[in-house]
């Protein structure tokens, strides 16, 4: 016979209605095409399975479902007969089971379709019967909602206004979107029926590029599944920039001192606005305000850009001292915005103007036996500069006979005076610490480290410490004492020579290491002090001499240097005073001799001065006294003690003042 196939590959979004149709007209159908070609149909079987089922997984026992024996399926000729599911399937002759071929991705097979149907025709001859099956193929949640996009970006300008709308790709069979939390935006979906549902973003806040350049929003799709999966799109928003920010100065107050001499180009002050715009919009221009006179923009400049005032003219303190200079800072917009800043320039004085003296004499001459405290001139005294720079100190050049005395403010009074000599002593006060030389650590603090071998006897030198004071006298006079010490019978100090020695010999019960804390201190009314700290280790004689090599080296250098210089310096008094003392002795020696070989070594023996000699005494007449008498003595015969003496008589001497007498002795 002849069989008849209906239509079996139908379109996508036609399989609902086709699987409505076929459940109402398929007996009719059937039995109205078997009827005019005498073909023989019996049922209509339906059955579901799950997508991905893995191949060969049984989808149901077809012969069993239409009550036909399988011993027959093979001699009739089981079969599928051509369908659009042919490849998908497959029947058993053997048990008459329906079989799927592989896995069956319902997404590719139906894409969006709901429901997803397979329709099958079997046939079986002798007799001739076809039977349909349907297979529905149930949607399994194995696929997440995808975006078109992974990211999305959008600009936005900060002056949007709240309500402000902006649709974004969404993501195909999902059940609803969702936004990550933000202040700024909400999400609205709107549901376009078979073309699915579309988020909108709706801004609530305005924004404002200064505090938030971009923000980052995350996008979830979630779909209807169970369980439900999700996909999400990172959506970066950028707020473009208007100029809707004022520039604003880094300071309240510009405020400089300037020197009167200062050379031109001299930067100033530079001034600094900062705009939180960007782009032209924060791009900032400085310029003098239009108050600011002539001469101001004479004597200063402003770099437009880097907002530096430098010197553009000679400064004068006498012509004006401060200036006040509105400086203003502009942005690029279109529409600039525009602020001012007041600076304060303060003009420092320099002692750039000699003072002028003005002499007024009250005589063009005066009596040499004018009183002290006479007047002589009136002198007045001006400088132009400013405070110490204009202050005006007047004095005469030494060794002159007059003083000055302020009259009135600039104004001397030039007098006569007389003058005295005061010695000024100055004393020592004990204003100096004690330092202390050593011991001195790498750290700057006093204090040491020494060892000593524990079988040293008493009176052992275990170190010296040293200070010095920078006062004089009883202040600078060091003394050193114990202030504090582990084992007061061990060690004993010099309190002259700062010495620290062992005062008996170390026993085994004796400890290891032991504190000694030395006070310096000098001898002034308030004295004052230094400490230093001594460690001193005990250590075994063998360890004590190995470790101490070194710094015994180096302290008997230190010694030996100091001893050097105390020779040298000893040597250096003591070949001076024996000098000094010889010096003295043949001074002496000679004045003796010269007195007498001066005046007597020529004389002869009759008692005449022989040769051409004169003989000049001088003698201070004191005012008052009466005469003076010059005594010669006789050497030729002093050993019989007689002596020759010549009177001179003279007259007294009147007046004021002292004179002076010449004696003359004349040969005979």
Not at 178 to 185: G, R, T, V
Not at 372 to 382: F, K
Request: include cysteine.
């Amino acid at each position: 016979g002849i069989v008849v196939e209906p239509a079996c590959v139908i379109g996508k979004m036609e399989q609902r209605r086709y699987a409505q149709w076929l459940k109402e007209h398929t007996k009719f159908t059937l039995m109205a095409a078997l009827l005019a070609f005498g073909v023989m149909t019996r049922a209509q079987i339906q059955y579901s399975i799950s997508e991905e089922q893995k191949e060969g997984a049984a989808v149901g026992n077809i012969a069993k479902d239409l009550g036909i024996e399988h011993r027959t399926l093979k001699e009739r000729g089981f079969r599928i007969v051509s369908t659009s599911g042919e490849s998908m399937f497959s029947v058993n002759q053997n048990d008459g089971v329906l079989y799927v071929n592989g896995k069956i991705d319902r997404e590719k097979v139906c894409e969006r379709s709901t429901p997803c149907l397979i329709n099958l025709k079997i046939a079986l001859e002798n007799p001739l019967e076809i039977h349909y099956v349907t297979v529905e193929i149930l949607d399994v949640n194995d696929h997440a909602p995808i975006f078109p996009a992974s990211e999305m970006h959008l600009e936005i300008g900060e002056s949007a206004l709240p309500g402000a709308r902006f649709q974004l790709d969404g993501s195909n069979s999902l059940h609803h979107y969702k936004l990550s939390h933000n202040d700024n935006f909400r999400l609205e979906v709107k549901d376009r029926g078979e073309d699915g549902k579309i988020p909108i973003l709706i801004l609530q806040k305005p924004l404002d590029r200064e505090l938030t350049r971009t923000i980052n929003l995350q996008l979830t799709a979630v779909d209807g599944g169970k369980p439900a999966k999700s996909g999400t799109m990172d959506i970066t928003i950028d707020v473009i920039d208007i100029n809707d920010n004022v520039p604003v100065f880094t300071k309240d107050v510009y405020s400089v001192m300037l020197n009167e001499n200062a050379p031109l180009g001299t930067t100033v002050i530079q001034v600094n606005a900062t705009d939180l715009d960007e782009g032209p919009n924060g791009e900032i221009v400085y310029s003098f305000g239009k108050s600011v006179n002539s001469k101001a923009r004479k004597l200063f400049d402003i770099n437009t850009i880097t907002g530096e005032i430098t010197v553009k003219g000679l400064l004068d303190y006498e012509d004006k001292d401060s200036y006040e200079i509105d400086i203003e800072a502009s942005d690029k917009g279109l529409v600039p915005m525009i602020t001012d800043k007041s600076v304060t320039i303060k003009i420092v004085d320099v002692n750039d103007n000699t003072p002028e003296i003005e002499v007024t004499s009250f005589s063009n001459s005066i009596p040499e036996d004018s009183r002290p405290g006479t007047t002589v001139a009136l002198i007045s005294v001006s400088d132009l500069d400013s405070g110490l720079n204009g202050k005006v100190t007047c004095s005469l050049e030494d060794d002159m006979p007059f003083k000055l005395i302020p009259s009135q403010h600039s104004t001397y009074s030039l007098v006569t005076t007389s003058n005295v000599t005061v010695n000024v002593f100055i004393l020592d006060q004990n204003d100096n610490v004690p330092v202390i030389l050593y011991p001195v650590n790498t750290n700057g603090s006093a204090e040491g480290v020494e060892e000593i071998p524990r079988n040293v006897n008493a009176g052992h030198l275990v170190t010296k410490v040293r200070a010095y004071d920078a006062d004089i006298g009883y202040n600078g006079w060091l003394l050193f004492s114990l202030q504090e010490v582990s084992d007061h019978s061990l060690f004993g100090l010099d309190r002259y020579t700062g010495q620290i020695r062992t005062l008996r010999s170390f026993t085994e019960t004796d400890e290891a290491q032991h504190k000694l804390l030395i006070l310096v201190k000098d001898n002034g009314n308030v004295s004052l002090s230094a400490t230093a700290t001594v460690i001193v280790k005990v250590v075994e004689p063998k360890e004590a001499f190995a470790a101490s090599d070194v710094k015994n080296a180096v302290k008997d250098e230190e010694e030996n240097n100091v001893t050097f210089y105390l020779i040298i310096t000893l040597g250096s008094v003591s070949v001076l005073f024996v000098i000094s003392i010889i010096v003295l002795i043949v001074m002496q020696c000679s004045k003796s001799t010269d007195y007498s070989s001066k005046y007597l070594q020529d004389t002869n023996y009759d008692g005449t001065l022989s040769g051409d000699k004169r003989y000049i005494i001088g003698s201070t007449i004191v005012p008052g006294s009466n005469g003076n008498t010059l005594v010669i003595p006789d050497r030729r015969r002093r050993d019989s003690g007689e002596e020759t003496i010549l009177r001179q008589k003279l007259a007294a001497v009147r007046g004021t003042e002292p004179a002076w007498a010449v004696f003359q002795m004349e040969p005979c």
